[in-house]
């Protein structure tokens, strides 16, 4: 059964070594969706702001950007 979400979060990162290190400050099993390959993922939309709290308290940032001219995801 497939399901379809709307607005979910994309964790990407460059090198898969990357993955390692988020692995070692946050449960990402806790997060992921799904995997879309070895350096992206689909993040659980409702527990994007926790995975980003916890990323910030140990000293980490991620960019954070809309899909969409207006900011919102296109139709369809």
């Known amino acids: 059964m497939n399901?379809?979400?709307?607005?979910v979060a994309i964790l990407r990162v460059i090198?898969?070594?990357?993955l390692g290190e988020l692995r070692a400050v946050a449960d990402l099993d806790?997060?992921?969706m799904g995997?879309?390959?070895e350096t992206e993922?689909?993040?659980?939309?409702h527990s994007l702001k926790d995975l980003l709290a916890?990323?910030?308290a140990r000293g980490l940032s991620?960019?954070?950007r809309r899909a969409g001219?207006?900011?919102q995801a296109p139709e369809g």
């Open 3 to 7: 399901t379809l979400h709307r607005n």
């Open 30 to 32: 806790e997060h992921v």
């Open 54 to 56: 916890v990323l910030d």
């Open 69 to 71: 001219a207006s900011g």
């Open 62 to 64: 991620a960019l954070v």
């Open 15 to 18: 090198d898969p070594r990357a």
């Open 41 to 45: 993922a689909v993040i659980d939309p």
């Open 35 to 37: 995997w879309i390959s």
